[in-house]
């Protein structure tokens, strides 16, 4: 987490992609492993919240507004989307998208796959929503 | 899954008579469709929702839930429009939006309690207000 938020100040994105790569690794390797810990799950439970939400609905969200000039966020995405902008800050917006697109074992982020190893493991469902 | 029955488009200010019900009249606001419309509402009250919590959706409803995930990907293209308790230019529900032109409005905080599957609703989508009838 901390590598994705020195490389989204450096503004680096391909190191950025690849630590949220190495992140998600993680992730999965924690929900896959039946001999996981409470711990573990407890961690993948920090990661699951900042890649599912905090870093792409909140830092990545400032992120951009912080390097945006001449425009709203809205008009932003929808030039984006529409293919008319492709600079760095596109090619960003591009990267968060890959996260809020990401699917695993069927639901968002695998957060099914989550729930179940959460409740095996600690006994109680997630107290928290993600979003 | 009903079939879908053609919307009636009416540009703004063209004069037109036409039925108060299921009418959809289209403005161009950058680059995409806002529309206002009356519609059956299909409500999903879970925060996360599967497949089978589809049951009865019609082609056409205006889908109200808490928020969206990359799963639904395919009922969304079948959505007339699409609301949310969640509010943020970020989440899935508005990346969709933006992607596919779906009519969204977010930040409706206690919809899915205040509305249920079946209930008809006037929505403007691009004054961000609705209301029931």
Redesign the interface.
């Known amino acids: 987490m901390e590598e994705i938020l020195n490389y989204t100040y450096q503004f680096n994105l391909e190191k950025l992609s690849q630590a949220i790569e190495n992140l998600w690794q993680k992730y999965v390797q924690i929900i896959e492993n039946k001999d996981c810990t409470v711990d573990d799950i407890y961690r993948a439970r920090a990661i699951l919240y900042f890649l599912g939400y905090l870093y792409?609905?909140q830092i990545?969200?400032g992120a951009i507004n912080n390097r945006l000039t001449g425009m709203s966020?809205?008009?932003f995405?929808?030039k984006v989307?529409?293919g008319e902008i492709n600079n760095e800050l596109s090619k960003f917006y591009e990267i968060?998208?890959g996260i809020?697109?990401?699917?695993y074992q069927?639901?968002?982020l695998g957060?099914?796959l989550f729930?179940q190893v959460y409740e095996k493991k600690t006994g109680q469902k997630p107290k928290h929503?993600l979003? | 899954m009903g079939s879908r029955r053609p919307p009636r488009f009416v540009y703004r200010g063209e004069r037109v008579a036409f039925s108060p019900s299921d009418c959809v009249i289209i403005t161009i606001r950058r680059g995409f469709l806002i529309k206002f419309m009356k519609k059956r509402v299909f409500v999903i009250k879970k925060r996360m929702w599967q497949d089978e919590d589809l049951i009865g959706f019609e082609t056409d409803d205006i889908l109200v839930v808490k928020n969206t995930t990359p799963d639904a990907q395919i009922i969304l293209s079948r959505t007339a429009g699409l609301i949310t308790e969640i509010n943020n230019l970020l989440c899935h529900a508005a990346i969709i939006s933006r992607e596919s032109g779906v009519p969204l409005l977010m930040g409706q905080v206690g919809i899915t309690n205040q509305l249920n599957t079946g209930d008809m609703i006037e929505v403007d989508f691009d004054k961000k207000i609705w209301k029931k009838f």
């Open positions: 792409p609905e990545a969200l966020l809205e008009d995405f929808i989307d529409k968060i998208k809020k697109n990401r699917t069927g639901t968002y957060e099914g729930n929503k979003d």
